[in-house]
């Protein structure tokens, strides 16, 4: 979700951050109340795992794990396993930019942890639309080839 073209919107309340994305609608909630992961043998792993987070001063530290094996981490299409574990670092790098320092520890799949840094520009000119692979053909040229301008 993280690494998605399309628009993510962020909802913080007591006790969670919810992050809503345009492209499939996909949510992420990160828990903020205090609780734990679920053990392993409780977990369900999904498409976005289970987050954890806590805040120290401005930075929002989050923690996931209980992702599906099957899915890929960003566009690059690097693999992960049931086993990787992220820890993010949210934070406003400079005024309305979101920097999120993401550590990789996946020790089933790569010899030792490994970071990537993405950044996201606040736009509230936009606001997310419904986005359905099947029906929505807003990002296409008249020529049919994919456009994201």
Not at 105 to 115: A, F, G, L
Request: hydrophobic letters at 30%; aromatic letters at 8%; a negative charge.
């Amino acid at each position: 979700m993280m690494g998605a073209t399309y628009g993510l919107e962020i909802l913080q309340t007591p006790g969670q951050v919810t992050m809503t994305s345009e492209y499939q609608a996909e949510s992420r909630r990160i828990w903020l109340d205090g609780r734990k992961h679920p053990s392993d043998d409780e977990a369900l792993p999904t498409y976005a795992g289970h987050s954890i987070g806590h805040w120290e001063g401005d930075v929002l530290v989050v923690d996931t794990v209980q992702t599906r094996g099957d899915i890929v981490i960003d566009a690059t299409r690097l693999p992960q396993s049931l086993g990787m574990h992220l820890t993010e670092r949210f934070s406003e790098s400079r005024p309305g930019i979101l920097e999120d320092d993401i550590t990789v520890d996946d020790p089933m799949v790569y010899e030792k942890p490994w970071s990537m840094t993405k950044r996201y520009r606040y736009r509230p000119d936009l606001n997310l639309e419904e986005y359905v692979c099947e029906d929505n053909n807003r990002n296409v040229s008249p020529t049919g080839a994919p456009s994201f301008k």
